[in-house]
């Protein structure tokens, strides 16, 4: 069977998956779940009936890193996967306590105890690391991108159009250049586009990237 990819556009978990999915050239079917109104098909694959959920004929995997990390390993034609160690540290310092941060001053309301100006600071200490890192190079590993790359990308694009202006204004500059490369890069033209909500007895869509 075409892997089933259950996924939100607009979800930074999502368009890790549906990276590594075009980077390997994997089509899947493409199944675009709206979060306030999660189709019983959806919740009767997804353990954590969150996105992104990829099924395929014997496995289910919910976890956007095992998705990348399931497509790679059966083609990596970019070599995402030769990177050193500390891109792994990289990856599980994003997914902790920068995004932690993150949905902190992003969702700030919907915490009492969370104080916008004090999250953004805190996630500010892991950009200037990111930024250190690609100082005169194009990517935090060279001139190419790296499993690295794709995972942070779309959590620090998540950060920046929480208030553009004043990531713009800030001392960043490497990290600003790496960030609109993606962004205006056909990559990730290729992962955004729209998708109708999916529902039980939709003709299938297809995704390749």
């Given at each position: 069977?075409?892997?089933?990819?259950y996924?939100?556009?607009?979800?930074?978990?999502?368009?890790?998956?549906?990276?590594?999915?075009?980077?390997?050239?994997?089509?899947?079917?493409?199944?675009?779940?709206?979060?306030?109104?999660?189709?019983?098909a959806?919740?009767?694959?997804?353990?954590?009936?969150?996105?992104?959920?990829?099924?395929?004929?014997d496995?289910?995997?919910?976890?956007?890193?095992?998705?990348?990390?399931?497509?790679?390993?059966?083609?990596?034609?970019?070599?995402?996967?030769?990177?050193?160690?500390?891109?792994?540290?990289?990856?599980?310092?994003?997914?902790?306590?920068?995004?932690?941060?993150?949905?902190?001053?992003?969702?700030?309301?919907?915490?009492?105890?969370?104080?916008?100006?004090?999250?953004?600071?805190?996630?500010?200490?892991?950009?200037?690391?990111?930024?250190t890192?690609?100082?005169?190079?194009?990517?935090?590993?060279?001139?190419?991108?790296?499993?690295?790359?794709?995972a942070i990308?779309?959590?620090?694009?998540?950060?920046?159009?929480?208030?553009?202006?004043?990531?713009?204004?800030?001392?960043?500059?490497?990290?600003?250049?790496?960030?609109?490369?993606?962004?205006?890069?056909?990559?990730?033209?290729?992962?955004?586009?729209?998708?109708?909500?999916?529902?039980?007895?939709?003709?299938?869509?297809?995704?390749?990237?």
């Amino acid at each position: 069977m075409t892997p089933i990819l259950y996924s939100f556009r607009r979800c930074p978990y999502a368009m890790r998956a549906r990276l590594g999915l075009t980077s390997a050239g994997i089509a899947v079917e493409l199944r675009e779940v709206v979060l306030r109104d999660k189709p019983a098909a959806f919740l009767n694959t997804s353990p954590s009936g969150t996105v992104p959920c990829l099924k395929t004929d014997d496995t289910i995997l919910d976890e956007s890193l095992d998705i990348m990390l399931w497509a790679l390993a059966q083609n990596d034609p970019e070599s995402l996967l030769d990177m050193p160690d500390e891109g792994h540290a990289l990856i599980a310092a994003t997914d902790g306590p920068f995004k932690t941060a993150l949905d902190r001053y992003k969702y700030h309301t919907r915490y009492t105890d969370a104080d916008r100006d004090t999250e953004r600071a805190k996630a500010s200490t892991h950009l200037d690391t990111l930024n250190t890192l690609l100082a005169g190079q194009d990517w935090f590993f060279g001139a190419a991108p790296r499993l690295a790359d794709l995972a942070i990308l779309p959590f620090i694009r998540q950060f920046a159009m929480t208030d553009k202006a004043w990531f713009d204004a800030q001392d960043w500059p490497h990290l600003q250049r790496w960030l609109e490369t993606f962004l205006a890069s056909p990559r990730f033209a290729a992962i955004m586009a729209k998708y109708p909500q999916w529902h039980e007895g939709d003709a299938p869509i297809f995704f390749s990237g």
